[in-house]
């Protein structure tokens, strides 16, 4: 049982370029959670899912984009990465009435 | 969802017991306290949570008041592992949508 899975774990990206981050979970768990957080700071919410095809935003959704197309997967992405963007990113996942589970960050640095 | 409030930062001896509180005034009646905690730059780990009842599991203990509009996370014999950010959130158990963490207690386990 893999959990909440997400890749890649480090990347650089140059100012302007696009990328996915991949969030993938096997526990059927309906609602799913994307955060950022920046150095010494708190997490804060870019987007969030409660089932597939159906997805809504959160406190800090410019620059981000997502989709839900199947239970498992919840991809982030993003169109034209600016060094505000540098942070690390956790995918979240859980069940409706229970605590969340999260992956192990994916730390996105913007040059 | 209602807004908690938590003391930014404890410290606690090793092997003590570490109280954290937390006020949630607004709470509803169908709104569930939960614990969560942050060890450094790990991704955030769901440690409990309760409706009205204490409750307690292998990692914690959670005491909610009779009015319910607070809880003590205990955490009974803390290790220097312990050392992390808690975050207590307040949210609808069914039907919940938004998770968003506050600022959290810096708690700091000293040998």
């Known amino acids: 049982n893999a959990g909440v899975t997400q890749t890649p774990k480090f990347r650089i990206l140059k100012i302007g370029q696009s990328m996915t981050l991949q969030c993938t979970q096997d526990?059927?768990?309906?609602?799913m959670y994307w955060y950022r957080q920046d150095p010494g700071m708190g997490l804060k919410l870019i987007y969030y899912s409660v089932g597939a095809g159906i997805t809504d935003k959160g406190e800090v959704p410019n620059g981000y984009n997502v989709s839900r197309s199947t239970t498992e997967d919840f991809p982030l992405r993003l169109e034209l990465a600016a060094p505000s963007q540098t942070s690390v990113y956790f995918c979240a996942s859980s069940l409706t009435g229970f605590g969340a589970f999260f992956g192990q960050g994916t730390r996105l640095t913007v040059v | 969802d209602a807004k908690t409030t938590q003391p930014p930062s404890m410290d606690c001896a090793e092997g003590r017991a570490a109280n954290l509180p937390c006020n949630h005034s607004t709470i509803s009646g169908n709104e569930y306290v939960y614990w969560y905690r942050q060890i450094h730059s790990q991704g955030p780990q769901y440690i409990i949570h309760g409706l009205k009842n204490n409750e307690t599991n292998e990692m914690a203990s959670l005491i909610i008041t009779e009015d319910r509009k607070s809880s003590t996370l205990i955490l009974p014999h803390a290790t220097l592992r312990d050392t992390a950010v808690y975050y207590c959130?307040?949210?609808?158990?069914?039907?919940?949508?938004?998770?968003?963490f506050g600022q959290g207690t810096r708690l700091t386990i000293n040998p």
């Open positions: 959130i307040v949210r609808v158990g069914q039907g919940a949508q938004k998770l968003v």
């Open positions: 526990m059927n768990h309906n609602y």
